[in-house]
Each structure stands twice: as structure tokens, then as C-alpha cells.
């Protein structure tokens, strides 16, 4: 037993050695870029170009602060481990990127690597930009470089030890990161590669639709199948499960429509991808969200996990019933069959799904889909002025009612919510 115990010791140790050893060659700069000092000028073509696909990759919504000049950095990104900083993407010279070149730009789309080789947080989601090409690169630099330059320093990141250590980022490199390259499937047609690769680069959709596992890395064998998204306290659904955000029934013009306007006659959306739609997606082409569509219609379906059944007590549906009346029936009807620009909530996703996180949001917090050309006077929900118990009755009985059988919600449940 203990020649077992010893030999499982000296494995454990031989695994760590190889996996520091393989760390420290990922936080080696194996590639070192020059400077290049006779590059050619942008053209008009590629900066419209680089800010079309900065839209396509929502740059801004990191990338400026609250307040502050476009993509000048400074907004704070909060993870499990710490705050990330965004950093300054103008061309100011000493705290931009005034003196990168369009291959340090290249290196850290691709590579995850800064102008000077120093490893990048993957809060800056180059896992997914690894996909994307150098030709759609130096369009983004042309564009950022066509930037007023903001003299703004880049604010040092507030992460926990070891979090906050090159090593420890080399060590997850190498564990999960290595650079890629799209490849166009040639058996599909072109839309679909061209929304496998707004999807799965540009658009980053599995920054957020994507499980994580303890280190902060997406579950590729589980891809968009859905996830919490980290310290907002929302669940970005699976996009391959028709009863969470799966669109493989849908008609194509209805996914258009929801990824323009924010809201269609199969669903409306809120919370983080109300923002996306109003600041990405609703700006892209008609082709491009056509292709999207394609893509997003042809995953493969992945059964959701069945969540523990909890059953509510008569008193919670009693209570939950009557402050449905009081406070939903006027808008949502009274038996949930919606009312005017006011949607059904008997059958709606959001109520039925396993997870409750956005049901509670919603009525903790309220929510409203964006603005845009194609709905700008959007219908929200406000927020609702009632406790703990009284908020996980309504949910409750709502995930029960006109036929729904789904878990639920305790006070407890909505304490971690909010």
C-alpha cells in the first residue's frame, strides 16, 4: 500500500515538473516581431472595413469605458479571479497601440501575445480571434489607427495571486489555449462557413454561450451548449437546445430578425445580449446575419441536462398565483397568454427552461430589449418591489402553470440571483 501511495506521489510530481516545464516554454516569445517601419497605408477600403468588423466584434463595449473616448481602454472587466483592465486601443504612441505594427496587432489576435511577447488575459478573448484571418486583422488595425490617439495609460490588472503571474497564465496556455486558423468546410456552402466564422471567431458567441470549468476555460467537447456568465448573474442559453435559445425550427428570417432588432415573433432578448444586438449585431449585413442564421440553425441538437424536480408547496403557488394577478396578469394576461407588444409567458423559454437565473433576473432587476431602427420604442419589464420569498413564488408558480412542469424557485435560489 505504501509502494502504491508512493508511486502515485512521484507521478503527481513528474506531472507538475512536466506541466511547469511545458508552461515555460509557452511563456517564452519563440516569435519576436519587428517593427515595421515601411508598411504600407491603410486604405479607405479596409479602415470602413476594420470598423465594420469591429462592430462584428462588439471591440467597444470592452474597449471603452463608461464615460470615456472610444476604445481608450480603462473599463474593468470583473472575473472569478480579479478585475481585468481593457487596455488603450488608439494610436496614442506611448500608451495605445501608436507604435505596434500590424503583425504585434496580428500576434495578439492570434497568438495571445502583446507587442512586447507578454501573454495576454483571456478576458481578451483571442481563444476565439485566434480564428480569425490576417486580412480581417489588418483591416481592425487600419481602422483603430484611423482612431484619435487618447494618451490614457493602461490601468495594471487586479488579480489574485497567482492568477495575477506570467507562469500561471503559460500554465493554463498550455493546458487549454494553442492558436488556430479557420478552415472553410468545403462540403457546406458558403454561408455556412461564412457564419461558422462570425460565430466562432469574431462574434465570440461561446465567451458567453459556452460552460466553463474551474479555470475559467471554455468546455469545447460542450460548445454553445450554454453557460452562467461570470460575476453578471446571467445564463446565456445553449444554442443547441431548442428549449433554452436553439433556433434550428426556426425560419431563417426570424433569426434575422432577433439578431437586428432584438426582437421577433419567436422570442425578444435581454440582458447582456440586448446589448450585443445593440451595439454588434444589429449594424451587420444582411448577408452576414443570413449566414449567422444558416450556422446557428445547423447545430447539432445536445440534450440539456435534466435538473433536480423541486416541487413548490400549495401555500408558494397560492401566494405566487395572487401576486401574479396583482402584479403580471394586467400585461403577460392571466393566463399567461400575453397581451399587445407584451409577450406570451405560457410556453416562453425563459420561464420553462431548467436553469431560473433569468426568470429571477428579470423580475429582480426588470428587463428590456435594445433599441434599435427595427424596434425603437422597445417594451421592458420593470423591476418588481418584492422579497425573496415572494419573488421565488411568482417564478414558481409561472414555471407551473398552463401546463409547464418545470422545478421550483426558492427564496434561496433568488438570494443567489441577486
Known amino acids: 500500500m505504501r509502494g502504491h501511495r508512493r508511486g502515485a506521489l512521484v507521478a503527481l510530481a513528474a506531472l507538475l ?49 463608461r464615460g470615456g473616448s472610444p476604445y481608450a481602454g480603462g473599463k474593468g472587466i470583473p472575473t472569478p479571479f480579479g478585475t481585468v483592465y481593457a487596455s488603450n486601443l488608439t494610436p496614442d504612441r506611448k500608451t495605445g497601440i501608436g507604435s505596434w505594427s500590424a503583425a504585434h496587432f496580428w500576434r495578439a489576435m492570434h497568438n495571445g501575445r502583446s507587442k512586447d511577447g507578454r501573454l495576454l488575459y483571456p478576458a481578451f478573448p483571442y481563444p476565439s480571434f485566434t480564428l480569425i484571418t490576417r486580412e480581417d486583422s489588418d483591416a481592425l488595425y487600419a481602422f483603430l489607427r484611423s482612431q484619435p490617439p487618447v494618451q490614457q495609460p493602461n490601468r495594471p490588472h487586479a488579480l489574485r495571486f497567482p492568477y495575477d503571474t506570467q507562469a500561471a497564465l503559460a500554465l493554463w496556455r498550455a493546458l487549454f489555449f494553442s492558436p488556430q486558423r ?8 458558403a454561408p455556412w462557413n461564412r457564419g461558422a466564422y462570425l460565430v466562432r471567431g469574431l462574434g465570440h458567441c461561446d465567451a458567453c454561450h459556452a460552460p466553463r470549468n474551474i479555470f475559467g476555460a471554455t468546455r469545447s467537447a460542450l460548445e454553445l451548449s450554454g453557460g452562467l456568465i461570470a460575476m453578471q448573474n446571467w445564463y446565456a442559453p445553449s444554442l443547441a437546445d431548442g428549449g433554452e435559445a436553439g433556433v434550428a425550427d426556426w425560419p431563417i428570417d426570424d433569426v434575422v430578425q432577433l439578431l437586428r432588432s432584438g426582437t421577433s415573433r419567436r422570442g425578444t432578448v435581454m440582458g447582456p445580449m440586448a446589448e450585443v444586438v ?24 445536445r440534450a440539456p441536462t435534466s435538473p433536480a424536480s423541486k416541487q413548490a408547496t400549495p401555500e408558494q403557488l397560492e401566494l405566487g398565483q395572487r401576486l401574479y394577478a396583482q402584479q403580471c396578469a394586467r400585461c403577460h394576461g392571466e393566463r399567461g397568454q400575453g397581451s399587445g407588444p407584451y409577450p406570451a409567458l405560457a410556453g416562453h423559454r425563459t420561464v420553462t427552461m431548467g436553469p431560473h437565473t433569468n426568470l429571477v433576473r428579470v423580475i429582480v432587476s426588470g428587463g428590456f430589449p435594445p433599441t434599435t431602427a427595427g424596434n425603437p420604442r422597445p417594451y421592458g419589464m420593470p423591476s418588481l418591489a418584492l422579497d425573496d420569498d415572494e419573488i421565488a413564488a411568482i417564478a414558481s408558480y409561472v414555471r407551473s402553470a398552463w401546463g409547464h412542469a418545470a422545478p421550483a424557485v426558492s427564496a434561496a435560489d433568488v438570494r443567489r440571483v441577486r
Open 182 to 189: 479557420f478552415d472553410p468546410q468545403p462540403q457546406q456552402p
Open 278 to 301: 445593440y451595439r454588434s449585431t444589429q449594424h451587420l449585413s444582411d448577408d452576414d446575419l443570413r449566414a449567422m442564421a444558416v450556422y446557428l440553425r445547423s447545430l447539432p441538437h
Open 17 to 65: 515538473v512536466a506541466l511547469a516545464a511545458v508552461g515555460w516554454l509557452n511563456l517564452r516569445d519563440e516569435d519576436p516581431i519587428a517593427v515595421a517601419l515601411d508598411e504600407p497605408a491603410a486604405t479607405p477600403e479596409q479602415r470602413s472595413r476594420g470598423a465594420y468588423l469591429a462592430r462584428a466584434g462588439n471591440c467597444s463595449a470592452c474597449h471603452t469605458d
